[in-house]
């Protein structure tokens, strides 16, 4: 059974502040990875994407995956109330078989004024 | 580019009913997937199409169901509900690109399906 893991939360971050959220998964052939935003009553709505070692950046957000290490995080820079959300981690094994993403729980994610 | 549309937007059936729940993908993306989300289980893959085919299947009864069509829009079905049915359907499309380069999904506002 592939997993992958997240703390649920929630994680009271400041104003101005950086969110770190971290998120493991179980399968060593994993090949591309992905983080969405999910608003309380709203549908998942993509954030970036990563699929190679190392950091990417995109505007406040930065993912950074390892994949010897098997995890993958998401840290949000200068945290605004309106990142309050909860974040999912999710995970395409082979995209060779097609799209089949596989999700963590989520990490809810609270930012105080 | 309008993003994806999913209809109904809520629906209320009782035990024992079927449900058709419908999926129109963003223009040019041609895989669609369903996704099951609900408090205690979470976001779980139903199936994706690819093509008029099913690509892959999750772990779900064959209750569900789905298909589409040549013009990328699908549809799932489930019979004979169950109470634990109860939940969020989200549709995803993606444009589907180079084995080297990730597909991302982009989701549809979902359906709340409501099983009495």
């Known amino acids: 059974q592939k997993e992958v893991e997240q703390n649920s939360g929630p994680l009271s971050v400041p104003e101005g502040a950086i969110a770190s959220l971290n998120c493991t998964y179980s399968d060593r052939g994993s090949q591309s990875f992905f983080w969405y935003r999910q608003y309380s009553g709203k549908s998942p709505e993509l954030i970036m994407f990563?699929?190679?070692?190392g950091d990417k950046e995109d505007g406040r957000f930065t993912a950074q995956l390892n994949k010897a290490s098997q995890y993958v995080s998401l840290l949000i820079r200068d945290s605004q109330p309106s990142d309050s959300a909860t974040y999912l981690c999710?995970?395409?094994?082979?995209?060779?078989?097609?799209?089949?993403?596989?999700f963590g729980g989520g990490t809810r994610v609270l930012v105080k004024p | 580019k309008a993003g994806v549309t999913q209809t109904p937007r809520y629906l209320i059936k009782t035990r024992g009913q079927q449900v058709t729940l419908s999926c129109s993908p963003i223009?040019?993306?041609?895989?669609v997937s369903w996704y099951q989300q609900t408090p205690g289980q979470g976001l779980q893959f139903l199936f994706e199409?690819?093509?008029?085919?099913?690509?892959n299947k999750g772990n779900f009864p064959g209750r569900f169901s789905g298909r589409q069509f040549s013009n990328s829009r699908s549809e799932m079905n489930v019979s004979t509900l169950e109470l634990g049915d109860s939940a969020l359907y989200l549709c995803?499309?993606?444009?589907?690109?180079?084995?080297?380069?990730?597909?991302?999904?982009?989701f549809g506002p979902g359906t709340r399906l409501t099983v009495l």
């Open positions: 995803a499309s993606s444009l589907v690109r180079g084995l080297a380069i990730p597909d991302t999904q982009y």
């Open positions: 199409y690819f093509s008029e085919t099913q690509r």
């Open positions: 990563i699929y190679s070692n």
């Open positions: 999710a995970v395409n094994w082979i995209k060779a078989a097609g799209n089949k993403l596989t």
């Open positions: 223009s040019g993306h041609r895989s």
